[in-house]
């Protein structure tokens, strides 16, 4: 008996979507941040530019919030920033 394999059913993602998606030690390379202005330029003001390279570091026990490596600094953000800060 033959078993049919779909491929694009089992195929791994295509890389992170936002920096939720980074394992520890992991990094991306940030597109845009989808907040609002006022909440957007106080991440920049933080590091977080686009184009610029985000490393994932450690967590607080019970995974939030979480320490991202940005512009030479460690940066904490919770779980619901995280999630609007999207990678290319």
Do not use: W, Y
């Not at 030479?72 to 953000?77: D, K, T, Y």
């Amino acid at each position: 008996m033959q078993m049919g394999f779909n491929k694009s059913a089992h195929a791994a993602p295509a890389g992170p979507r936002n920096l939720t998606a980074l394992k520890k030690g992991e990094s991306g390379i940030l597109d845009r941040i989808d907040m609002s202005d006022l909440d957007a330029q106080r991440l920049m003001e933080l590091g977080f530019l686009p184009g610029h390279t985000v490393t994932r570091a450690h967590a607080a026990p019970g995974g939030d919030p979480r320490v991202f490596r940005v512009d030479g600094s460690e940066v904490a953000l919770r779980r619901e920033t995280a999630l609007h800060l999207i990678l290319r």
